[in-house]
């Protein structure tokens, strides 16, 4: 069983820049892929970016945003630059066997963190 919980979300204006943290209970953190997807008012929940045997990133955000991980702290990251106000979403992290843009491939998520920018 892992538990994550997401942090570093808030308030940005636009071009800003924010790092959003998921910290994993379980030990066996280094053997999952780890992803972020995030979900708008209204929207469906999107593919934001994955880390595992390779890092993979949705389109939106190629170029913006740098997923990495610090297996030690048992933590991901989300590094999110020039962000855009349709950016704003609440921000999942997820853990699964492998590296995929798919959230039906995932077996545990946090709860989010809101991120909201601002023009």
């Known amino acids: 069983q892992v538990q994550l919980v997401e942090s570093g979300g808030g308030l940005v204006q636009a071009g800003g820049s924010l790092r959003l943290s998921c910290a994993a209970s379980g030990r066996t953190f280094s053997s999952y892929a780890m992803g972020w997807f995030r979900q708008a008012p209204g929207k469906e929940r999107v593919f934001v970016a994955a880390i595992g045997g390779y890092t993979y990133y949705a389109d939106s955000v190629k170029g913006r945003f740098t997923i990495s991980r610090d297996n030690a702290k048992n933590t991901v990251y989300l590094q999110m630059n020039s962000l855009k106000p349709e950016d704003t979403a609440v921000y999942y992290c997820?853990?699964?066997?492998?590296?995929?843009?798919?959230?039906?491939?995932?077996?545990?998520w946090g709860q989010g963190t809101q991120v909201t920018v601002s023009s």
């Open positions: 997820a853990a699964g066997p492998s590296t995929s843009q798919y959230e039906e491939r995932y077996s545990y």
